[in-house]
């Protein structure tokens, strides 16, 4: 039970517990006034129905409580109950006359002693009831400040507020307390009392205060993802002096186009397009707009009284799925706006929890609706602008995007600014509207600055000026000619002529330099590829690969893993051969990072992830300079010649999913190194998200494998090596989907599942790789596994491997302190490998581990609990599930699995345990007819082949031969 769930157990049954004693103590107190007893009488059945109401609704949820000391003391609670209710049954007037009353008074003289028993034991429930109280504040205390660690940009004043109830809390605990103590102690106990019943309505108020918070932060959590501001840190600071044109006016005495549409209240102005060139700063121009003080004044004019929340996104396609979908955009938009403006979100979000009070995932439309509610806010009115950078990048459907965009530009107190490539869907979109400019058309200047600063920032360049003025004025205008506008191109050429100025190269140099590079990014970089030294190019060829590949920036350590497979080829197997020391590890990481700085040249950018939760081995990501990088290196031409730079038969995949493999080794195994937040929240959503990724596109990989005719071998020993390094007790927990749907190799894909998944995830140490690779269809690699247990005669390896093909089927077993239950979400049957296994030899009656052969587990009705149940076949464990039913939804597949095992040898003469009836009898009682007679008929047969022995496999041959 959660610490807030906690908190309201103990506020009722503190009001229970504090009820009782005044009816008891009045009763101990009582005149011989027959009027007092028939009161009395009717404030202790109060208390009675009170008490049902309030813990019975408990039983029948989910929030029954987990620890045996509370429920210990609810039990309390209920005994208590109970006597106070046989108690005072006896001293209720039978009827309501004044002889009935007056024997009520002597009967409740005559049982002062119990009375005074009752009250001490009620007082000594207080105490407990308190220090469960106590502890709750406490843990919810450290919660919610766990909570709130993880979002640092959470409005202050409401943080501050949380916190001061959150306090407010314990010091009407410690006031509880006092009570307490004077209502113990003192004979006058009345008027304590009555403070206490007070004391505890002003907690439970609190506490449903506190539980609107919680459930606040519970929403931004959801909303939350590690990359939420990631792309946005990375996009350098507009130039000094740069940009300023934004500001200046179109015509004398008239303002900005920016500023104009920023103040404009016609509703019809609600979106502004800036297009530009691939390069060309349109990500730095929408930061620089974002954040300057001159568009937030001019959007405060059109805000007027209403609050102004201004909220970005920026796509990324070179980063991970959230940074390049719908879902991303929507879920960034209402985080930010949500951490500025908290106190809407119960108004916003009250349909995000079912009537269990569990929050429910978001959907895409679900998403947009909030978005377009709290623009509608009636008790807060707000006003918001969206600056939405790169639409380009965007994952989708760029008509979609266009249209979920002007779906929220429509409203009156929504404005959105957004850019993007010049594309014919966002020209059609955008183009006729007078809310737009190109940036590449006004950024000459700009580029003319960025120039100056930089050459002349540099002492060699000076005096190159200084005695070539003419030539280094020329040297210029070429730059800003050449440049058309495109920043990264200039990015790219003064990072060159700053290292042929480190090799003092003359102004002609220079000048030559200029000269011979190509004026568009693509030949630019194959210039620059071209020149990567001979020694490099098979490492940096698989470099780019794996980037392709992954679709995402990857640990610069992944790159080292990788490097090691050159040298050793079962690098991953086992032990990972890292120095124990972190500040070595470190050092290795550095040492890696700045060789690929060298080696890539300027195609590539490491960059060091602002996300505080990481682990210092995952910080730095290497990923390509600029989405047109990527886009260069993927084509058909240049992909084909880094095929060529590299080794024959090299399987890139086969690399990355090694040093994925090598990585979860040193992550699971060496917990120390991970450096861990003081949120698990915050640990929950990176380590745990990132191994889980990995394991999936290790998982991904083999099912590619699946359907080619290439050896198995390779891909069976990075699963096996998978298996030992991601699952296990000694592992550091991580989180894979429940069932699956894809077959895809892709990282990025790995992580796009896992950020789409909308079920309960399943802890990966409480599985085996088996039955990963089972749920997942790897069934060559099952067959393998087979096979290598046959060749060794491992029996108990075989009966795994079919046990768990057919128990993935079946509804899981789950214990819990002696409780025995289903989790009710089996997989449909993989048919395909279940005849595989039966027809290499396996048979459906090699004894199993089952899911009972543990001491004290037998839940069979009239069986001893504390006795372990005898070894059962594979066989004997489906018919046993197949009787309990266990098959929710599976139910179709049973036919088939029976059909198999029979004609395989599964043995016939299984009986009911209850009935006495045959296997026959059973399907017909649990299967539909006609899946049932055709059971029975196949029963038949084999039992007449299993009595005419050898003959029957003649006479069947015979029979087959003569149908033919």
């Known amino acids: 039970m959660d610490p807030l769930s906690g908190i309201g157990l103990a506020s009722n049954l503190m009001q229970f517990v504090q ?140 943080k501050h507020e949380a916190m001061g109830k959150l306090n407010e809390t314990q010091d009407i605990l410690a006031q509880l307390k006092r009570l307490q103590d ?43 993802f590690d990359q939420i501001r990631q792309r946005e840190s990375e996009i350098p600071d507009a130039h000094r002096e740069t940009f300023s044109w934004a500001f200046e006016p179109d015509n004398p005495g008239q303002d900005s186009c920016i500023i ?56 990324w396609s070179l980063g991970l799925p959230m940074q390049k979908t719908q879902e991303g955009l929507l879920r960034t938009l209402l985080f930010k706006i949500f951490e500025k403006l908290p106190r809407s979100i119960p108004i916003v979000c009250q349909s995000r929890f079912d009537s269990q009070g569990r929050f429910m995932t978001w959907s895409i439309s679900e998403l947009v609706d909030a978005l377009k509610a709290v623009a509608r806010l009636p008790e807060i009115p707000i006003r918001i602008c969206l600056f ?72 060699q360049y000076r005096d190159l000026q200084r005695s070539n003025p003419l030539e280094a004025g020329a040297l210029q205008s070429e730059i800003m000619h050449k440049a058309q506008g495109v920043f990264l191109w200039v990015y790219l050429v003064i990072r060159g002529l700053l290292r042929g100025l480190r090799n003092f190269d003359t102004i002609q140099d220079l000048q030559r330099r200029v000269a011979e590079l190509p004026a568009d990014l693509e030949p630019y970089f194959q210039m620059m590829l071209n020149a990567i030294d001979t020694i490099y190019q098979a490492r940096v060829a698989r470099t780019f690969r794996a980037l392709i590949h992954a679709q995402m920036p990857l640990p610069v350590l992944t790159f080292y893993f990788m490097d090691q497979g050159e040298m050793d080829p079962n690098y991953f197997r086992g032990h990972i051969n890292l120095p124990d020391e972190e500040a070595k590890i470190e050092a290795l990481i550095q040492q890696k990072k700045m060789q690929m700085i060298a080696q890539c040249t300027d195609l590539l950018h490491v960059s060091r992830d602002v996300s505080r939760s990481q682990p210092f081995t995952l910080t730095n990501r290497a990923g390509f300079l600029h989405r047109t990088v990527a886009d260069f290196l993927s084509s058909n031409g240049i992909g084909g010649l880094l095929d060529k730079m590299l080794p024959p038969n090299t399987d890139i995949r086969a690399s990355l999913c090694q040093a994925f493999v090598a990585e979860i080794n040193l992550h699971s195994r060496t917990p120390s190194l991970l450096r861990l937040p003081a949120s698990p929240l915050a640990f929950r959503d990176d380590i745990v998200r990132h191994t889980a990724s990995l394991v999936w596109a290790v998982i991904y990989y083999a099912l590619e494998s699946e359907f080619d005719n290439n050896d198995y071998h390779d891909r069976s020993i990075i699963l096996e090596e998978l298996g030992k390094a991601a699952f296990g007790d000694d592992k550091v927990p991580v989180y894979i989907f429940a069932k699956h749907e894809r077959s895809r190799a892709r990282l990025s894909d790995a992580i796009e599942g896992i950020d789409s998944w909308n079920g309960e995830v399943t802890p990966l140490h409480s599985q085996s790789v088996v039955e990963v690779a089972i749920r997942c269809g ?22 795994t491997v079919l046990q768990k093909t057919l128990q993935l089927h079946m509804a899981s077993v789950i214990r819990n302190e002696g409780f025995v239950g289903y989790l009710q979400n089996p997989d449909p049957l993989n048919t395909v490998l279940l005849k595989q296994l039966l027809e290499s030899g396996i048979s459906p009656n090699i004894t199993a581990p089952s899911p009972y052969d543990q001491p004290g587990t037998d839940t069979r009705p009239g069986t001893d609990t504390r006795r372990p149940r005898r ?36 043995d016939l003469s299984i009986k009911d345990p209850k009935t006495g009836g045959d296997l026959a009898h059973m399907f017909r009682n649990r299967l539909e007819k006609n899946a049932a007679e055709e059971l029975a008929v196949l029963i038949e047969r084999q039992q007449q082949k299993q009595h005419l022995g050898g003959f029957g496999d003649v006479l069947s041959h015979w029979g087959a031969s003569w149908n033919d």
């Open 19 to 158: 009820a009782a004693i005044n009816v008891v103590s009045t009763y101990r107190d009582i005149s011989a006034s027959a009027d007092g007893v028939l009161t009395e009488n009717r404030a202790s059945e109060a208390v009675v129905q009170s008490f049902q109401a309030q813990v019975q609704p408990l039983r029948d949820s989910h929030h029954v409580p987990s620890d045996p000391s509370t429920c210990a003391l609810l039990q309390a609670c209920e005994n208590i109950n109970a006597e106070l209710n046989r108690l005072l049954t006896g001293l209720r007037p039978r009827r309501d006359t004044k002889i009935e009353r007056a024997l009520a008074v002597v009967r409740a003289v005559q049982k002062r002693n119990k009375l005074k028993d009752l009250e001490a034991k009620l007082f000594n429930l207080r105490a407990q009831v308190t220090s469960l109280l106590t502890e709750n504040i406490s843990a919810q205390h450290t919660a919610m400040k766990s909570l709130f660690g993880s979002f640092m940009q959470v409005d202050a004043s409401w």
């Open 182 to 224: 004077q209502g113990s102690t003192s004979a006058p106990r009345n008027d304590a009392n009555l403070q206490i019943t007070a004391v505890m309505q002003q907690v439970q108020a609190v506490v449903m205060e506190i539980k609107d918070m919680q459930t606040s932060q519970q929403v931004l959590h959801s909303l939350h």
């Open 260 to 315: 104009r549409w920023c103040e404009s209240e016609d509703p019809s102005d609600g979106l502004f397009w800036i297009a530009g060139k691939a390069g060309c700063g349109k990500s730095t121009f929408v930061k620089f707009l974002h954040d300057h003080p001159r568009t937030i004044a001019a959007l405060q004019q059109w805000a007027g009284q209403k609050q102004l929340l201004v909220a970005s996104h920026f796509f």
């Open 388 to 459: 939405i950078d790169g639409m380009d990048e965007y994952k989708g459907d760029h008509v979609e995007l266009i249209g979920v965009l002007k779906t929220l530009g429509e409203s009156a107190d929504v404005k959105v600014c957004a850019s993007s490539r010049p594309w014919v869907d966002f020209l059609g979109a955008f183009d006729q509207s007078p809310w737009k400019l190109h940036v590449h058309d006004l950024t000459a200047n700009d580029i003319r600055v960025y120039i100056e600063d930089h050459l002349e920032h540099n002492a």
């Open 778 to 799: 790897l069934n060559r690699f099952i067959m393998e596994m087979a096979r290598n247990a046959e060749e060794v005669g491992d029996k108990e390896a075989q009966a």
């Open 871 to 906: 070894r059962m076949t594979v066989w004997e464990i489906y018919i046993e599930h197949f009787m309990r039913g266990s098959f929710y939804g599976c139910e179709e597949s049973v036919p088939e699995a029976c059909r198999l095992m029979i004609l395989h040898g599964a």
